[in-house]
């Protein structure tokens, strides 16, 4: 839809050309067909057409298969297209009833809303919308803040154009055009998610493979072997891709891992002799995600030694906290198991940033 409303602010049509590019016997292509024809039959009362959305693809259990807690693509599409429709081109009236109809009503109005805008164009748009987006923080888990998304969106359509047997031209104006061959649409086999087939061939290139990490304990282990060599990693949860970041609040290749669960933290392990004579001691430098915090816990064979909340209450101007322990106390003991663990703080942004790990003897 987003690719018809460059050219088409009809929404009847713009709905169509998607409703083109999936399979015309999946559930979600029906659900479409449906919230048109109701809008038809009644074009004034999207109350109505929602009520008709909730009784067949809510309560019908036969478009709930495979559903996630009643959370559903299809009535989160119906919501989108329901606000579209009645929204008659209406900027607030579409985000209004598409944020009405409710379940994800974050980004339901926004692609509702973002498909209208683009048939708009950015220069038509109300300065309401345009002149407060922040142009410098980095969206979370990227190193991309708005014109900078903004860029590479533009540098993915230029090579997509090319791709597809297009090109780029400059007009008599000194304008660039983008030529688009106009091809029809060829939906993908239709697979019903309640009965999935194996896994396809990968459309990533091989240098795109190369760039991914993969979450598998080898890869994480490998990240930390690399950057704190001699510790041992377990227990490191998949949620907020653990591994090395490039950068992350002015520190470059900073580590990042992740609780298995609530109650399993992820473990750092490095067993050391703790020399004689010597002053030797743990030091680390943690910080956090912005949304949310975690529990640095030290344990010395097993033992808890120190607890600290790693958090914006607790981090330093620059985002991070530097945490020592003296293992002195442990001199002359050999194979000390020494272990960090990112103990979940609740349950919400409980990655782990590690900046620095290293034992000195002074």
Not at 69 to 95: F, P, R, S, W
Not at 251 to 277: A, E, F, Q, W, Y
Not at 322 to 339: C, H, Q, R, S
Not at 346 to 360: C, F, K, L, Q, V
Request: hydrophobic letters at 35%; charged letters at 25%; aromatic letters at 10%.
């Amino acid at each position: 839809m987003y690719s018809e409303a460059f050219f088409e602010d009809d929404i009847i049509k713009i709905i169509e050309a998607g409703l083109a590019c999936i399979p015309e016997g999946c559930q979600y292509a029906e659900m479409v067909r449906d919230v048109v024809s109701w809008y038809k039959a009644n074009p004034t009362d999207w109350k109505a057409t929602w009520e008709l959305c909730q009784e067949k693809y809510r309560r019908n259990p036969e478009y709930q298969k495979n559903s996630n807690g009643g959370i559903d693509v299809k009535k989160n599409g119906a919501y989108i297209l329901i606000g579209m429709l009645y929204g008659e081109k209406d900027i607030d009236q579409t985000i209004i009833i598409s944020t009405r109809c409710g379940q994800d009503s974050d980004c339901n109005p926004s692609n509702a809303a973002g498909v209208l805008f683009t048939t708009m164009g950015t220069s038509n748009l109300p300065d309401r919308f345009k002149e407060n987006l922040d142009q410098e923080t980095k969206f979370s888990h990227t190193l991309y803040n708005f014109p900078k998304l903004l860029d590479v969106c533009e540098k993915l359509a230029r090579e997509y154009v090319v791709q597809e047997g297009g090109r780029v031209e400059t007009d008599s104006n000194g304008e660039e055009v983008f030529v688009i061959p106009v091809k029809t649409p060829t939906p993908s086999p239709l697979v019903f998610s309640w009965d999935p087939e194996p896994i396809a061939n990968s459309l990533f290139t091989e240098k795109e493979m190369e760039k991914i990490k993969h979450l598998a304990m080898v890869n994480i282990q490998g990240d930390l072997n690399q950057r704190f060599p001699g510790w041992i990693i377990a227990f490191c949860g998949s949620d907020m891709q653990p591994g090395l970041r490039e950068t992350y609040k002015g520190k470059n290749n900073v580590l990042l891992t992740h609780p298995l669960s609530r109650d399993m933290p992820c473990v750092l392990t490095r067993v050391v002799d703790i020399p004689n004579g010597k002053k030797t001691v743990l030091k680390t430098q943690v910080s956090h995600h912005n949304g949310g915090d975690w529990l640095l816990v030290i344990r010395v064979n097993g033992s808890i030694q120190k607890e600290v909340t790693i958090g914006k209450d607790t981090v330093d101007e620059n985002g991070w906290l530097d945490v020592e322990f003296d293992l002195t106390p442990f001199a002359g003991n050999k194979n000390v198991k020494i272990d960090l663990e990112n103990k979940a703080n609740g349950w919400a942004w409980e990655a782990a940033y590690w900046s620095d790990i290293r034992i000195e003897n002074l």
